[in-house]
């Protein structure tokens, strides 16, 4: 393990050196947004990638960090989001700090409670232990943010993909608004 220099492009989410990278594609998302109609329109037209996510990993460390870049668009009113977990590691917390556009981090802990912090240049994230989040780009432009974490946070999707998130990001008149998710199976 040796001190290294990471950059990372503000605009385009480039890490070097990086150690993975993966890109997430709408079709992996079905059953994800609410208006099903909408997502099979969508998925008809293009099948674009949503957002990636590059890291930075030295052997042998506790923590460590990278980018996610989520681009613009949306599913019917609602914005292109990531799956959103908890840590399967319950200990586990996490900071998102946003380098670029804008968007929305909703959290929701184990007891129901919904959080939103907004996703902006000049802000950093802090995402408590046992929160679910889920970060969603509402802008028109790339949202960048960089991530970092504990190696063995790990994540637990199963809570969300069974009962969805108390919660939806949706446009409303140009805006992004937080409503009741008329879907949430809990
Ligand atoms: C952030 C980090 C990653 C996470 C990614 C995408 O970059 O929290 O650990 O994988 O967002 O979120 P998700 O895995 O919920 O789709
Ligand atoms: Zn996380």
Do not use: C
Request: net charge negative; glycine share 10%; proline share 5%.
């Amino acid at each position: 393990m040796l001190p290294t220099g990471v950059k990372i492009d503000s605009i385009t989410g480039a890490v070097a050196p990086s150690t993975g990278h993966y890109k997430k594609r709408l079709s992996e998302f079905r059953g994800v947004y609410r208006d099903a109609a909408a997502f099979d329109a969508a998925l008809a037209r293009s099948d674009p990638v949503t957002y990636e996510v590059i890291e930075f990993k030295a052997d042998g460390s506790d923590i460590f960090f990278g980018t996610t870049t989520m681009y613009p668009g949306r599913v019917g009113d609602e914005y292109f989001m990531t799956r959103g977990h908890f840590h399967a590691r319950r200990d586990r917390a996490e900071v998102y700090y946003t380098q670029s556009g804008e968007g929305l981090l909703l959290l929701e802990s184990r007891d129901g409670e919904t959080k939103t912090v907004e996703m902006k240049p000049g802000i950093a994230a802090y995402i408590p232990p046992d929160w679910a989040h889920r970060s969603i780009n509402t802008g028109t432009e790339p949202l960048v943010f960089v991530w970092m974490t504990n190696i063995d946070a790990g994540h637990d999707y199963g809570a969300i993909v069974e009962k969805g998130m108390r919660s939806l990001v949706v446009e409303r008149d140009g805006e992004p608004a937080v409503v009741a998710n008329p879907g949430y199976a809990g």
